[in-house]
């Protein structure tokens, strides 16, 4: 057994911390910081400098502008992409979308959109849960019905992270009502401003918008763009949900806002000394931090394929419980070292230099931790609920 | 030892649900917080006409003399409700420090004026790098003449945009301690810059430059500030885990409501046992913040340490359960939890700024071991 990072593997991560530290536009950083609405211009542009590097989907086929790294160094690139406050979206389209493509699509339709997907110029969302199927994905009611060469969409969609500022989706639809609901689904691409397509944006409490309802109503969509065979999209959701074990762990994002956490109480004072030399804070902070650790080696241990007494999936269960619950921790940490100033209500796009009484008493960090903190009491409710992550480890480490 | 409620404690409890079940309807809360008050003014006439705005103000300055057990039954009723127009900053909080100031002055111009819900106050002790401490204040008040020159910052003056005065923390030039000035919202050298919270009320930054008030606004000196803030922000904290017991119990409900009705896997939610044992989780929690509201009931009129320790009992309790059951109720609603439109994270956001105003739980943990001493 061999804890430590090759030395190849070291030199490696100093190569992208290096390009990371010259390339992440400053602009960029500070948005990625205060957690903005990612902007479709930020991304394009981020994207593309990647891309440029040939690193804009290291996870992709190195045919399609991939790169041929191990797990580990994939791991590596993504420590130090966070580590960079560079952004980290156009998650639906790069990382979730794109697996399915290359492994049940055609080469035409890989063609057709993986490029234009890794320079940027395409983004993608993901239409899968409706209202009537949350926890329950495969009681899911959008129907597509084939009518001579195309296939007509009718139906409703819900929680399709940033539809409206998309221009392709990737919908999982029923194509036969006749067989076992699992067994009636299909995978396709639509192009977001097909006619019969209404995007709708839904409110959340933590002031987003880009959550939005998507309405199907007759959307005649061309044939040739349903990935793989019709009824096996229940399949390709699962290969998918498998191609990004770790991802679900949220691990980056848990030790940035950590990070962000001490450095607000770094900088927030109690009778002029730093709230992170409170005794009881600090404590509170270590006691996170210690299960921030044990999170960092439990996505090291599926990374490197430790040989597993239990089943994978659920051991990948208990990792996106830890990783939910770490998600809401480390922004409970952020506005407790906020105190009193968590409370005030700042828009999404606030734009911070343009007020000057947050220079004054309002400094660039109070700007978003409210705001993340309460969408991440969603941590634990998106990309399967916790009660059926629960589910699914009682079910396959113990039988039950 | 007798838990049942007099009748006017029960009419105070039952009348206040009534009519804010039927007059303040989600909707209507939705359209107020898009004010630059977040405060109805027919509403609160409403509420100063049913006597809730003079409900603890002493009899002699035209208040209804009750005590802080029925200020409690009337604010779980506004914590159920989610009520926006703010009752406790005014009428329980600047009320209480304007009682027990001393200033006879006051007592009889401002307190009924309070009361009779035409005038609102606002205390603004909250300063920038001092995170909850309110002891001490770094802003000045420089004796001039008979009067004072006040200046310096202070930071999260909750309801100031509604209010029509303040209640301003200053330290006196050459004096140590905390002294209470009352000084109006529009006076020279005061600047408000206003900002909404996330639960829909709002607050202001205040900046004092160079703001002469006469000697009679001087409500409290530096000798006696502290405890008067110290006992009035005690009696404050009660009332404010009472609102938080109230909009647990709402979330509760709607939470208990929603999970009978949703189906997933072809049924309702409500026939998971899970899902059954989060809602008696959330269930404990409130029963045990009641009792410990009691707890806090039974020592506000002991001396102060004692006080201190049985009110900071309530506030941590209150939350833990806060977060507990605020949070089970965003869970157990799935996405729907998340949004604007269902009623639930408008009352996790409520509990949250009521948890984050109260002072921080190690302040409070602190005040219950000094009495281990």
């Known amino acids: 057994m061999d804890l430590r990072f090759t030395a190849a593997d070291e030199a490696f991560r100093e190569e992208v911390r290096d390009f990371m530290r010259t390339h992440v536009p400053p602009e960029i950083a500070a948005d990625t910081k205060r957690w903005v609405n990612p902007r479709p211009a930020y991304f394009r542009r981020w994207q593309g400098i990647l891309a440029a590097r040939g690193w804009g989907a290291p996870h992709w086929p190195a045919k399609?502008?991939?790169?041929?790294?191990?797990?580990?160094?994939?791991?590596?690139?993504?420590?130090?992409?966070?580590?960079?406050?560079?952004?980290?979206?156009?998650?639906?389209?790069?990382?979730?979308?794109?697996p399915v493509l290359f492994a049940f699509g055609s080469e035409e339709q890989c063609r057709r959109w993986a490029p234009r997907m890794l320079t940027g110029e395409d983004f993608w969302c993901q239409g899968f849960s409706e209202p009537g199927a949350g926890s329950d994905l495969a009681n899911l009611k959008s129907t597509a019905e084939c009518v001579g060469d195309e296939w007509v969409l009718r139906g409703q969609k819900i929680w399709t992270s940033d539809a409206a500022d998309s221009n392709w989706g990737f919908f999982l639809v029923r194509t036969d009502a006749t067989v076992k609901p699992q067994r009636g689904l299909s995978f396709i691409a639509v192009k977001m401003d097909t006619p019969g397509i209404t995007v709708r944006p839904i409110?959340?409490?933590?002031?987003?918008?880009?959550?939005?309802?998507?309405?199907?109503?007759?959307?005649?969509?061309?044939?040739?763009?349903?990935?793989?065979?019709?009824?096996?999209?229940?399949?390709?959701?699962?290969?998918?949900?498998?191609?990004?074990?770790?991802?679900?762990?949220?691990?980056?994002f848990n030790r940035r806002r950590f990070e962000m956490a001490k450095d607000i109480a770094r900088q927030t004072l109690v009778h002029g000394r730093p709230l992170l030399e409170d005794r009881a804070f600090a404590r509170k902070l270590a006691r996170v931090d210690a299960d921030l650790h044990a999170l960092n080696w439990?996505?090291?241990?599926?990374?490197?394929?430790?040989?597993?007494?239990?089943?994978?999936?659920?051991?990948?269960?208990a990792l996106k419980i830890s990783g939910s619950e770490m998600q809401q921790r480390v922004t409970e940490l952020q506005i407790d070292a906020l105190g009193p100033r968590a409370v005030r209500h700042f828009e999404r796009d606030q734009p911070h230099t343009e007020e000057a009484d947050l220079r004054r008493h309002w400094q660039e960090f109070t700007v978003g931790p409210t705001n993340l903190y309460l969408f991440e009491r969603a941590s634990t409710i998106y990309g399967g609920a916790r009660e059926v992550q629960k589910n699914i480890i009682a079910k396959l480490a113990f039988g039950f | 030892m007798d838990f049942t409620l007099t009748d006017e404690q029960?009419?105070?409890?039952?009348?206040?649900?009534?009519?804010?079940?039927?007059?303040?309807?989600?909707?209507?809360?939705?359209?107020?917080?898009?004010?630059?008050?977040s405060c109805d003014d027919a509403m609160w006439a409403a509420f100063a006409e049913m006597g809730w705005l003079a409900l603890t103000v002493p009899e002699e300055a035209a208040g209804l003399g009750a005590g802080v057990m029925e200020a409690a039954l009337l604010h779980e009723a506004l914590g159920r409700r989610n009520v926006l127009e703010p009752v406790a900053t005014s009428a329980v909080l600047c009320a209480r420090l304007i009682e027990r100031s001393g200033h006879a002055a006051a007592r009889e111009t401002v307190l009924p004026a309070i009361a009779g819900g035409e005038a609102r106050v606002a205390l603004?002790?909250?300063?920038?790098?001092?995170?909850?401490?309110?002891?001490?204040?770094?802003?000045?008040?420089?004796?001039?003449?008979?009067?004072?020159?006040?200046?310096g910052a202070k930071i999260v003056v909750v309801d100031a945009p509604a209010a029509h005065r303040f209640i301003v923390s200053a330290s006196v030039a050459g004096e140590s301690g905390c002294a209470l000035f009352l000084v109006d919202?529009?006076?020279?050298?005061?600047?408000?810059?206003?900002?909404?919270?996330?639960?829909?009320?709002?607050?202001?930054?205040?900046?004092?430059?160079?703001?002469?008030v006469g000697a009679s606004a001087l409500l409290c000196g530096p000798a006696e500030g502290a405890a008067v803030l110290d006992e009035a922000l005690d009696r404050f904290?009660?009332?404010?885990?009472?609102?938080?017991?109230?909009?647990?119990?709402?979330v509760i409900d709607l939470t208990a409501e929603h999970i009978r009705n949703r189906k997933q896997f072809g049924q309702p939610l409500a026939t998971f046992q899970a899902l059954q044992h989060r809602m008696s989780e959330s269930f404990v929690k409130v029963q045990e913040l009641r009792s410990a509201l009691y707890h806090a009931f039974a020592h506000v009129d002991a001396p102060p340490a004692e006080r201190n320790a049985a009110v900071s009992a309530a506030v941590v309790v209150a939350s833990e359960a806060g977060r507990v059951v605020g949070g089970q109720g965003i869970q157990l609603h799935g996405g729907v939890g998340m949004t604007e439109e269902y009623q639930v994270g408008h009352y996790f956001k409520r509990l949250l700024v009521t948890e984050k105003l109260w002072g921080d739980v190690d302040f409070h943990l602190d005040r219950i071991a000094f009495t281990y001493r």
Not at chain 1, 64 to 87: I, M, Q, V
Not at chain 2, 127 to 149: I, L, N, Q, W
């Open chain 1, 64 to 98: 399609w502008g991939g790169t041929d790294w191990s797990a580990l160094r994939k791991h590596l690139f993504f420590e130090e992409l966070y580590r960079a406050y560079a952004p980290d979206f156009g998650w639906q389209g790069l990382h979730m979308m794109a």
């Open chain 1, 203 to 252: 409110h959340g409490i933590d002031g987003r918008h880009d959550l939005n309802e998507v309405f199907l109503d007759e959307v005649r969509v061309p044939a040739d763009q349903l990935i793989g065979e019709p009824g096996k999209g229940w399949t390709y959701a699962k290969y998918l949900l498998e191609k990004e074990r770790t991802a679900s762990a949220f691990l980056y």
């Open chain 1, 298 to 317: 439990s996505v090291l241990r599926i990374l490197a394929e430790e040989p597993q007494k239990y089943d994978l999936n659920a051991v990948v269960s």
């Open chain 2, 10 to 37: 029960q009419m105070l409890r039952e009348g206040a649900e009534r009519y804010l079940q039927e007059n303040y309807p989600f909707e209507r809360r939705r359209a107020t917080a898009a004010t630059v008050t």
């Open chain 2, 124 to 151: 603004a002790c909250l300063e920038p790098d001092r995170y909850y401490a309110h002891d001490a204040p770094s802003t000045v008040a420089r004796r001039d003449g008979d009067g004072y020159v006040l200046s």
């Open chain 2, 185 to 212: 919202a529009t006076a020279a050298g005061l600047e408000q810059r206003a900002y909404p919270l996330i639960d829909g009320r709002r607050a202001a930054d205040l900046d004092l430059r160079d703001v002469r």
């Open chain 2, 237 to 250: 904290r009660i009332v404010q885990v009472a609102d938080a017991l109230g909009a647990m119990e709402a």
